[in-house]
């Protein structure tokens, strides 16, 4: 069964502290890797990762994937207090045509002032 | 429109009755996808829509859940005789490539609690 499993489930730091987000999969028909951000209620996308080896870089957020080990991690730096949020990750298979999105259940990043 | 649109933001439904949710995706985006998301949880996937052909409606948890694009543009989710545990976030995303390939913009949700 296809799967997606994030870690830590929750995480509690200080403003400008450095957090890494994990993430591993289990996915037949692997076709991409994606991370979006939940504050609210509608996901937001932060990036979408295909090849191993090539850092996604937005500011204070990067993002790697390791298709061999099946994994990726988020790495925030300087966070601040506007980084609190649900960070997920979700990987794309192909079947029959269509990109279905499997979700972990997310890791909950609360950043204090 | 900018992005896509859900209503009701909230509907708080008694036991059996039916409902009805809305998705209005961003226009000329082809792919539109419905996720039910429990608290605590992340998405899971319900139907995929590919212009009006609903191609993929393997999530669907019974045959209570009903979803039609009629037009290729706005799409109804709707549940009939709704039980405690569809209480949810059903999120609608959409995608202007068919199969969703490049990642979805994802609409705010509607929230149903079901009583």
């Known amino acids: 069964e296809d799967k997606v499993v994030q870690s830590p489930l929750s995480l509690v730091v200080h403003e400008g502290d450095t957090v890494t987000l994990n993430c591993s999969y289990e996915?037949?028909?692997?076709?991409?890797l994606l991370w979006y951000k939940q504050e609210k209620k509608a996901p937001t996308f932060l990036f979408m990762l295909?090849?191993?080896?090539i850092e996604k870089k937005s500011g204070r957020l990067s993002s790697i994937l390791d298709k061999k080990e099946l994994f990726s991690i988020l790495n925030i730096t300087a966070t601040q207090t506007g980084d609190s949020a649900v960070y997920l990750c979700?990987?794309?298979?192909?079947?029959?045509?269509?990109?279905?999105?499997?979700f972990g259940t997310g890791t909950r990043l609360k950043v204090l002032a | 429109g900018a992005g896509v649109s859900q209503s009701p933001r909230y509907k708080v439904a008694k036991r059996g009755q039916d409902v009805a949710l809305r998705c209005d995706p961003i226009?000329?985006?082809?792919?539109l996808f419905w996720y039910q998301q429990a608290l605590g949880q992340g998405p899971e996937f319900l139907t995929y829509?590919?212009?009006?052909?609903?191609?993929?409606k393997s999530g669907l948890p019974s045959d209570r859940f009903f979803a039609e694009r009629p037009e290729g543009s706005v799409s109804t989710l709707k549940i009939q005789r709704t039980q405690q545990e569809d209480s949810a976030v059903y999120l609608c995303?959409?995608?202007?490539?068919?199969?969703?390939?490049?990642?979805?913009?994802f609409g705010s949700g509607t929230r149903l609690t079901v009583v």
């Open positions: 995303a959409s995608s202007v490539l068919p199969g969703g390939s490049g990642g979805y913009t």
């Open positions: 996915v037949t028909n692997f076709r991409s």
């Open positions: 295909t090849s191993s080896g």
């Open positions: 979700a990987v794309a298979s192909r079947d029959s045509g269509t990109y279905k999105y499997i």
């Open positions: 226009s000329g985006h082809v792919s």
């Open positions: 829509f590919q212009n009006e052909a609903q191609l993929d």
